[in-house]
């Protein structure tokens, strides 16, 4: 059974960081294609930071390239998503995504939290 499980969320200043762990059980990494996405009350879900196929090709939206990087690792079956440089409109509900690659379904975690306070 594919499981994914956020922590790390919680309340912080504007230009402060956080650390965003999803521990991961019933796959490996080498056959799923990976993200974090966010979502705020009434708008999409949006892609934040993605890493694609073998060879850790990295993707991130605009607004938070530079400030933000998705990690893995593997013996702890665990991806990140290191946040620097938090900004106000940072605050969303964040989650983790796993797809297969093979078949294009869809695995998520149940998300955290984030608030950023200026």
């Known amino acids: 059974e594919v499981q994914l499980v956020e922590s790390g969320g919680g309340l912080v200043q504007a230009g402060g960081s956080l650390r965003l762990s999803c521990a991961v059980s019933?796959?490996?990494?080498?056959?799923?294609?990976i993200g974090w996405f966010r979502q705020v009350p009434g708008k999409e879900r949006e892609l934040v930071a993605s890493?694609?196929?073998?060879?850790?090709?990295?993707a991130y939206a605009g607004s938070v390239k530079g400030r933000f990087t998705i990690s893995t690792d593997n013996a702890k079956n665990t991806m990140y998503l290191q946040m620097n440089g938090l900004r106000p409109e940072d605050t969303a509900v964040y989650y983790c995504k796993a797809r297969v690659r093979a078949s294009g379904v869809d695995f998520w975690g149940q998300g955290t939290q984030v608030t950023v306070s200026s």
């Open positions: 890493i694609g196929s073998t060879g850790g090709s990295t």
């Open positions: 019933g796959f490996t990494f080498d056959d799923y294609t």
